[in-house]
């Protein structure tokens, strides 16, 4: 029963990190209707962020996370405005290749600036945990889980309590109808697509606290999101919540099944999120009107 509750703590805060990681990733889609390819790429640089403060200025890496975020939030602004934006209304495939190049672009930056060598931040508390009975709760992920719920509550703040988040929902309804009551587009896309990028660039940051990155490692993070937000549903800030802790859940536990390992957690939550496209199309908590 005890290895059983340590596997629901560590499927609980695996989840944290993938709602951390979707959260940008669902904004973006949702509003803007953009599979964004690129986005494990932003998730990476906002890893590298926290890495370089951490190794040349010693910067815990949860206080480099609001550097990160303004960070991103810079990048993704300026590559939504002067990239994506002119291809904002085309086809959704030309959006994917146009993503699907941003990605390979980011990523052969890193590769010359920082090669290929595997990186990793180690603070302090690194390998220490909470005890609670004979569960463990590592403090680096019970960390990034807080961090993950705080994105999730500002973006629903944002989103719901603000003008900006009201212009962002009324463009993600009708562009058009937003459009002849005097929401900028260009700039809601841009905020929106900024918005997105500064949550990978957090999310990034959360990784590297308890996993050695490289150039090349954001590709996983992007199907991730996207299972998440399948799973969950698109359209709310809850959705990719449940979203991402059951997508969590679903691969530590299918780690401990009788007769599979940790190669098949994977592929037993990318099962269950096929099931779950052909029972419940809509996501486990659908998506709103």
């Given at each position: 029963m005890?290895?059983?509750a340590q596997q629901v703590v560590l499927g609980l805060l695996l989840g944290g990190i993938y709602v951390a990681v979707a959260l940008g990733f669902s904004l973006v889609w949702g509003i803007l209707n953009i599979v964004n390819l690129a986005h494990g790429a932003l998730v990476i640089v906002g890893a590298y962020i926290t890495w370089d403060l951490f190794t040349r200025l010693h910067v815990d890496p949860f206080l480099s996370l609001p550097v990160d975020a303004l960070a991103l939030f810079v990048i993704g602004y300026a590559l939504q405005r002067g990239v994506i934006n002119r291809l904002i209304r085309?086809?959704?495939l030309?959006?994917?290749?146009?993503?699907?190049?941003i990605n390979l672009v980011i990523v052969s930056l890193l590769l010359l600036i920082f090669t290929a060598d595997f990186r990793s931040v180690t603070p302090s508390y690194s390998g220490s945990g909470?005890?609670?009975g004979s569960v463990?709760?590592?403090y680096i992920r019970l960390g990034g889980l807080a961090v993950a719920l705080a994105m999730a509550g500002v973006l629903w703040a944002i989103l719901n309590r603000t003008r900006i988040g009201a212009a962002i929902l009324a463009v993600g309804a009708d562009r058009d109808a937003a459009q002849l009551v005097?929401?900028?587009?260009?700039?809601i896309y841009a905020l929106t697509f900024a918005i997105g990028a500064a949550f990978a660039g957090v999310a990034g940051g959360i990784i590297s606290t308890f996993q050695s990155i490289t150039p090349t490692a954001g590709d996983p993070y992007t199907l991730q999101a996207f299972a998440v937000v399948i799973l969950g549903g698109l359209g709310r800030v809850s959705a990719t919540i449940a979203g991402g802790l059951a997508f969590g859940l679903i691969?530590?536990?299918?780690?401990?099944a009788p007769g599979l390992g940790s190669g098949f957690a994977n592929a037993i939550a990318f099962v269950v999120l096929v099931l779950v496209l052909v029972i419940r199309p809509r996501g486990l908590l659908g998506r709103l009107a």
């Open positions: 005890s290895q059983f085309a086809p959704l030309f959006t994917f290749l146009l993503t699907f190049g909470l005890h609670l463990i709760i590592p005097g929401v900028d587009l260009r700039h691969e530590v536990l299918g780690q401990s």
